[in-house]
Each structure stands twice: as structure tokens, then as C-alpha cells.
């Protein structure tokens, strides 16, 4: 397993952007698909966005699609969302995961987590 550290969260209006950081530590880095999930109040976690350890391949949910993207840097172990057009309905603890690439689904099967960053949208 790798350790994940978020950061960037805070408190914007509707409309305005944010970019999230997730720092791993470990030297496999690049060995692993990683994944950004958030969980609002009283809702289940939700997926929002992979990319594969090569960058190659990148999924987003539809909710989010075309208002953000998900890029890594391997040489830094980190990899990051900016989050464009934010609205209110992105209002939600966010949190970084990360699995060993073997393809498949990416949605699932993650097995390191953050401890989360909050993200406020005011309208």
C-alpha cells in the first residue's frame, strides 16, 4: 500500500475553480492507477475521476466531465484535479485513492486512501 496526503480544498462560489494535490509516498508510484472520490453529507462515496500509471487512460464521471481533469506526476508523486466551473453540488469531502495498474475497471478496487480534503461550493 502507499500513503496519500490531500490538499487544495477550501471554500469558492459557484462558477469558481480549485485544483486538489494528492502527495504518495513510496518509490512504486508509477506503478499505480490512481483515482479521486468524494462523499457528500449523507451520501454514499462517489467515483469522479482516474488515470491509469502511464497517464494513458483517464475517466471521469459523468457528473464532472469536461469541468475536470485529473493529471499525475510521476516524477513528484503526485497527481492532481483542477476543478473547473465548480457548483454547488460538488460541495464534498474528497479523497484520494490509489491500486496497483493491472487495467480492468477503474473505478473500483482501491486500496489506499487519503484521509480526504474538504470542498465547499457556495452558490
Known amino acids: 500500500q502507499v500513503q496519500l496526503l490531500e490538499s487544495g480544498g477550501g471554500l469558492v462560489q459557484a462558477g469558481g475553480s480549485l485544483r486538489l494535490s494528492c502527495a504518495a509516498s513510496?518509490?512504486?508510484?508509477?506503478?499505480?492507477?490512481m483515482a479521486w472520490f468524494r462523499q457528500a453529507p449523507g451520501k454514499d462515496r462517489e467515483f469522479v475521476a482516474a488515470?491509469?500509471?502511464?497517464?494513458?487512460?483517464?475517466h471521469y464521471s459523468d457528473s464532472v466531465k469536461g469541468r475536470f481533469t485529473m493529471s499525475r506526476d510521476n516524477a513528484k508523486n503526485t497527481v492532481y484535479l483542477q476543478m473547473n466551473s465548480l457548483k454547488p453540488e460538488d460541495t464534498a469531502v474528497y479523497y484520494c485513492?490509489?491500486?496497483?495498474?493491472?487495467?480492468?475497471?477503474?473505478?473500483?478496487?482501491?486500496?489506499?486512501w487519503g484521509q480526504g480534503t474538504q470542498v465547499t461550493v457556495s452558490s
Open positions: 485513492a490509489a491500486k496497483y495498474d493491472s487495467g480492468g475497471d477503474y473505478g473500483v478496487g482501491y486500496d489506499s
Open positions: 513510496g518509490r512504486r508510484f508509477s506503478s499505480y492507477a
Open positions: 488515470i491509469s500509471r502511464g497517464s494513458s487512460n483517464r
